[in-house]
């Protein structure tokens, strides 16, 4: 299968529409399945991957999917009760009962994806506009369409004609062949976590809508405008506790620490923030499928998807800790993807003036608009700090100016980072003051260009000194 001449792409391409042929013999082949097993599983991926012709000549199932076999290779009968998830079996990772749910997956959970597979084409029956901010700003899915697309990546049916062109303005195809192929450390989290999204569907599809908007700077601030800024520091609370996805639900807009391509490495061995919550909330999953990378002057808001997993640890720590009921719909997150400068690498560049200005109008895309409220707080935290080098003294501070500048108060999470240290002191002191987000934003300015002779010290000595 080739893309053909396409250059460019303006609508998503579902692999029923390049080729039919390929589409049949593939929900036949699934459908044809009256008993699965891991191995007859492993099989029809390797049949789909084969219709594809990805698949190395001299591979085999049990190669292609060994860690997977190993991973589903004990299953214990049991008689559950078909109204509950799981039978009624508690699942929580890996533990004693989960041969109970490797039975239970194979025998209720599966058959279900199966049918959301084979439904695909009644419910995309027409094109869907890509959201590129130029073919669509917007889309609104029902969450049927939403497992029905999760059920074609789960089977990995998507092809390369399904990949958006040209190819580096968007995500890797989303299938989840590495969750599937090697599910270890972090992949065998995600896995679980899709695997519970799967069996609450069973249960009960909501009758409601996943929702994206790409939203864009009408015109972006200059430095010089940032500093004339007028609006008073809004309130910020320091939480020491908890996280982001634990704040106050529908009520409040939850920062994403996002990758220009969304969903950053979540579909192989990513496992920090931005992964773990589109792992968490598996219909965010469906944003890749639709969204370009993000300019400079872009956010995405992502309204309604619907967390299904709990979890612990992160990175390659990251576990799959149980079922997870929100209190609340309608949660709200917004993607902004920080500069990278990597561990160390290049990090002195975040002081100068043209990546201030980059983050602070990076932050004011993601905070101003309407989305929870146009009032309603921003739960963040050290975004783009970690993997992407930036300084957290610097980034809150920046935060802050910009959810000011849009009228929001801060909740601001700093999951016990030794780095946070100092943060309650200078945001008591300025609050105190009641200043102005240009005279922060100069006196940031001002410490950045000491900072470049060698002097200035750490950033929140210098604002207590100098504000």
């Given amino acids: 299968m080739t893309g053909g001449s396409r250059k460019s792409s303006k609508h998503a391409i579902f692999p029923y529409f390049s080729?039919?042929?390929y589409w049949k013999e593939v929900t036949e082949s699934i459908q044809s399945v009256t008993a699965w097993s891991p191995l007859i599983l492993a099989q029809e991926l390797h049949h789909v991957k084969r219709l594809q012709r990805d698949t190395p000549l001299k591979s085999t199932p049990e190669s292609r999917y060994q860690r997977l076999l190993e991973l589903f290779k004990e299953s214990e009968q049991f008689e559950g009760d078909e109204g509950l998830a799981w039978g009624g079996t508690l699942f929580r990772g890996r533990d004693q009962e989960f041969p109970k749910i490797v039975f239970w997956f194979m025998k209720k959970t599966l058959p279900h994806i199966v049918k959301l597979l084979v439904e695909l084409p009644v419910l995309f029956a027409e094109e869907i506009p890509l959201v590129d901010g130029v073919s669509a700003s917007n889309l609104s899915l029902t969450k049927h369409q939403c497992a029905s697309l999760l059920a074609a990546a789960f089977f990995c049916a998507n092809t390369a004609d399904c990949q958006p062109l040209p190819a580096d303005n968007y995500?890797?195809?989303?299938?989840f062949d590495s969750w599937l192929q090697s599910p270890s450390y972090s992949s065998k989290a995600k896995l679980f976590m899709l695997m519970n999204y799967f069996e609450r569907s069973r249960l009960e599809i909501k009758d409601d809508k996943f929702e994206i908007h790409r939203i864009k700077l009408t015109k972006r601030p200059s430095l010089a405008s940032w500093v004339k800024n007028s609006s008073p520091l809004t309130?910020?609370?320091?939480?020491?506790?908890?996280?982001?996805t634990e704040?106050?639900?529908?009520?409040?807009?939850?920062?994403?620490?996002?990758?220009?391509?969304?969903?950053?490495?979540v579909l192989h061995m990513g496992a920090v923030q931005e992964e773990i919550m589109f792992s968490a909330c598996p219909e965010l999953l469906v944003s890749l499928m639709f969204c370009s990378v993000m300019a400079a002057d872009e956010a995405l808001v992502l309204v309604n998807a619907e967390r299904v997993a709990e979890y612990s640890g992160y990175n390659?720590?990251?576990?799959?800790?149980?079922?997870y009921v929100e209190t609340d719909s309608g949660v709200c997150r917004v993607a902004i993807d920080a500069t990278c400068y990597g561990w160390g690498t290049g990090s002195d560049q975040q002081?100068?003036?043209?990546?201030?200005?980059r983050e602070l109008n990076k932050a004011l895309v993601g905070f101003d608009h309407e989305f929870p409220t146009k009032e309603s707080d921003v739960a963040t935290g050290n975004w783009g700090c970690g993997a992407f080098g930036g300084n957290i003294q610097l980034k809150s501070l920046l935060q802050w100016c910009a959810a000011s500048a849009a009228g929001r108060g801060v909740r601001y999470y700093t999951f016990n980072d030794r780095n946070c240290q100092g943060l309650d002191s200078v945001v008591r002191y300025?609050?105190?003051?009641?200043?102005t987000v240009g005279l922060v934003v100069q006196a940031i300015l001002d410490?950045?260009?000491?900072?470049?002779?060698?002097?200035g010290g750490a950033l929140f000595d210098f604002i207590g000194k100098v504000l």
């Fill in 171 to 175: 995500q890797t195809l989303v299938n």
């Fill in 351 to 357: 002081y100068s003036q043209k990546k201030l200005l």
């Fill in 447 to 455: 410490y950045c260009e000491i900072r470049g002779s060698g002097k």
């Fill in 247 to 265: 704040s106050n639900g529908c009520n409040v807009l939850h920062v994403d620490f996002a990758n220009e391509y969304i969903g950053g490495g």
């Fill in 316 to 323: 390659t720590g990251l576990q799959f800790a149980g079922d």
């Fill in 19 to 21: 080729d039919t042929t």
């Fill in 235 to 244: 309130e910020f609370t320091v939480c020491n506790e908890g996280g982001i």
């Fill in 430 to 435: 300025l609050s105190e003051k009641s200043l």
